[in-house]
């Protein structure tokens, strides 16, 4: 399966994890939310994990050390986003003003990708970076 079509699979799960957490969840604490889901996602990846490495007999090659402090490091993140994100659900942010802001994403993945050292991004990137910056103006006013 191409990228492509794997991001867009992957944007329309998001999406409909939002909807549910909008009209179902928003009045739980954040935090709570943050927990069940992370407890969640571990139990999913670690079935899967074990149906792939046992039932299938595919090798997995174990990330190394500093894999594993990237790893670390990004579940941190990870997390604290997630928090962050059920947080705005929960202070009363509607489901369009929290889906647009995420338009941003992009955005902010380029500039720490040029202030790590990374390559900078392409006409075509940073025109989507101004639509994706128009699009959260235009929905918090």
Not at 30 to 59: D, G, R, W
Request: glycine share 8%.
């Amino acid at each position: 399966m191409k990228p492509e079509i794997l991001a867009v699979l992957s944007m329309l799960l998001y999406a409909t994890g939002n909807v549910i957490i909008n009209r179902k969840l928003a009045a739980i604490h954040p935090l709570i939310n943050s927990a069940i889901l992370s407890t969640t996602m571990a139990m999913i990846a670690l079935s899967v994990l074990y149906f792939f490495h046992k039932q299938l007999k595919i090798e997995l090659v174990m990330p190394g050390r500093w894999e594993l402090l990237f790893l670390a490091l990004c579940g941190v993140l990870y997390f604290l986003g997630d928090y962050l994100f059920f947080w705005a659900y929960h202070k009363g942010g509607t489901l369009g003003l929290i889906t647009t802001v995420v338009a941003i994403f992009p955005v902010f993945a380029a500039i720490i990708n040029i202030i790590s050292g990374g390559s900078s991004p392409k006409i075509t990137q940073l025109a989507g970076a101004g639509l994706g910056i128009m699009a959260v103006f235009l929905a918090t006013l």
